[in-house]
């Protein structure tokens, strides 16, 4: 399936995202034929790491409080531990995600992402993957956790795409491009 004319929205941090978990879901994204573009609480840059190192910086396309799911066509969530967290913080970012979710759009969330996902109130019901130390997060919030490379649920609105870590990267971007 092709991503020709659609807009995925990244939504981020404005530091501490997974660069890995950021880059190659948005390059699978421009291959596929759409159009990322970086959603951020704040305007500016944001601050990528590999792992706990500083990484590159990318420019904000978007800022939380100036866009909703109707700009979009689907919605990516990367990891990092930070990034999340953070997220999970900001009233906009999380309504943002519940929005996504609910309007049935698909949604995909690799590593610690699915944190946010918690947060929004929006695995209840939901069979996903993420990095292993979510695994209590999840199941407590209501979802059915297991370990496995991609995960893709449809039991609510939508699609949802779920991976673990970087090395699952290759089936988490080959999803994108055929469900979104």
Not at 6 to 22: D, R, S
Not at 26 to 50: C, I, M
Not at 51 to 67: I, K, Q, R, Y
Not at 87 to 102: E, H, I, K, N, Y
Request: hydrophobic share 40%.
């Amino acid at each position: 399936m092709s991503l020709q004319g659609k807009t995925i929205a990244f939504l981020v941090a404005p530091e501490g995202i997974e660069q890995v978990e950021l880059t190659e879901p948005w390059k699978a994204v421009e291959q596929g034929g759409g159009t990322p573009k970086l959603v951020s609480t704040e305007s500016g840059r944001v601050q990528a790491f590999n792992h706990l190192d500083e990484a590159d910086t990318f420019p904000v396309d978007a800022v939380v409080g100036d866009v909703g799911v109707d700009d979009f066509d689907g919605l990516v969530l990367p990891g990092g531990v930070a990034n999340p967290d953070f997220l999970r913080m900001q009233p906009g970012a999380v309504q943002l995600t519940q929005s996504f979710v609910d309007s049935g759009k698909p949604v995909a969330v690799i590593c610690h992402g699915a944190w946010t996902l918690v947060t929004a109130d929006r695995v209840r019901g939901r069979r996903m993957t993420s990095w292993p130390s979510l695994e209590t997060d999840i199941r407590n919030a209501g979802g059915d956790w297991v370990d496995e490379e991609v995960v893709v649920d449809d039991n609510g609105p939508g699609v949802m795409i779920s991976s673990r870590k970087p090395d699952d990267l290759k089936a988490f971007c080959s999803k994108i491009n055929e469900l979104f």
